[in-house]
Each structure stands twice: as C-alpha cells, then as structure tokens.
C-alpha cells in the first residue's frame, strides 16, 4: 500500500482527446449532506471537483438508485439538481444505497490505429455501517466487517490483482491493490468522508438497447465507489477550494 498525490487528470485529456475524454477519468460517488436527502456526484471526489448542469454533468441519461435495508429493496426516485442528482430519501443508519448509470453514452475514438467504443459503466454505494454486506453492483466494492478491510467484487465473484484507492476531500489518498480474495486493506486515520474507488476493463465485446436500435462496443470501463463516514480518527485536513466544473 502507498500514498498517493492526486493531480488533475482532466486537463491534459481535455486538450488531447475532448469532453469524452474527461467524463471516463470521472467517478460518481453518494453522499448526504447533513439534513438532506443523498446525492450523486459526479467528478473526482480527491480535488473537490463536482461536475454541473449546464455541462459534464449533462452527460448522464438517468441515473438509478436503490435503497438497501433488512426489510427490502427499495427504487429511489432521482432527480437532476445543478451540482448533483437527488435522491428521494437519506440512508438511515443500518441501511445502504447503490447507485448506477447503465446507459451513459458511448465512446468512439482511435487506439493504435483501430476505431474503439468503450462503454463507461459507473456505480457508487455508500454505507451506513461498515458491517459486512453482499455484492449488488456489478463492479462492488462492500465492507467486510473487519476495520479498513474491503472487498472487490464483479459479478459477484472477488475480483483479484486490481488497483483500489482511498481518497478524502483534502486530496489524501492510499492505493493499494486486492488480494486473491479480492480484498484490500487500509489504514484510515482521518475523521470523516471516504471514497474507494476501483475500476475494471471488461474487454469482451457486446452490444446494449439503444434509442435508436443495438448499439455494439468493444468494451466496458466499470468505475465503482465506495463511500463512507467514520465518526473516530484525527480531525481532518482541510478539503481545497472547490475545482470549477467543465463546461
């Protein structure tokens, strides 16, 4: 495990490869702000950066989510706001949501000479209690119920060998990668908000229900987060001033 500097990933993508580009070195993650209902964010959690509407944020289809709790499922409603989608209920504690975008759009661009389409797949959880609980995202990272232990899941089978990150809004951040087990450890000394993210590549073409018909990709980028509060540690560095949203 080692610590990691998160410098923005967005620019130089911007320059080279356009609004695409920077939508896949995205992640969403769930938050709640205190006395509201969750939210979905959009951006990179590390540099304080929360995409909006007009703009990146305006990428996305329609979000669904769904609250998790020992009496059942439950469909949230969700609707768009300028920073954010808006979930119709706040997680109480015990409970859990998961949220994902299965139909964000497409990406065409050139790889060593060969026309590619990538589907980015993002999903986001955010736990109540770090108890353990089962898959439910196809790329899942949950907690196991041991302290600063997590597991890495795709299709609810452990996922090995991949890279996972723990990040707070100061820009602190451990990288670590999942055992055979899919699991992965990290020391949490911070009071307050986590994010673990984690990505895999499913290189196995398919194709998905369109507006206008099939629409066949060669790939799937599943991006995942996992976030949560912890109410012990050190009190937390301050997060940076909040990155300007792309336009």
Do not use: C
């Not at 100061?170 to 055979?180: I, N």
């Amino acid at each position: 495990m080692r610590a990691i500097h998160r410098l923005s990933r967005i620019s130089p993508l911007l320059a080279l490869l356009g609004w695409g580009a920077a939508a896949q070195a995205h992640q969403i993650w769930l938050e709640q702000p205190t006395g509201q209902n969750a939210v979905i964010r959009f951006g990179e959690f590390g540099e304080n950066l929360r995409e909006a509407s007009p703009g990146l944020l305006d990428r996305f289809g329609q979000p669904a989510a769904t609250l998790l709790s020992p009496k059942g499922d439950t469909a949230l409603t969700v609707t768009k706001a300028a920073d954010g989608f808006t979930l119709s209920a706040k997680p109480a504690p015990g409970t859990s949501v998961v949220a994902e975008d299965p139909a964000f759009p497409l990406r065409r661009f050139t790889q060593n000479g060969k026309e590619v389409t990538s589907w980015y797949h993002p999903g986001a959880r955010y736990a109540t209690t770090l108890e353990a609980q089962p898959p439910r995202l196809t790329l899942d990272i949950t907690p196991t119920g041991k302290a600063g232990e997590f597991r890495l899941t795709f299709k609810g089978q452990p996922l090995p060998k991949a890279k996972v990150q723990v990040l707070v809004q100061s820009g602190w951040g451990k990288e670590a990668h999942s055992d055979e087990a899919g699991l992965v450890h990290f020391d949490l000394p911070w009071k307050g908000q986590y994010v673990v993210e984690a990505s895999h590549i499913d290189r196995t073409p398919g194709e998905r229900p369109g507006a206008a018909g099939p629409e066949k990709y060669d790939g799937i980028n599943y991006v995942s987060t996992l976030t949560f509060v912890q109410a012990a540690g050190v009190a937390p560095l301050p997060a940076g001033p909040a990155a300007a949203p792309n336009r």
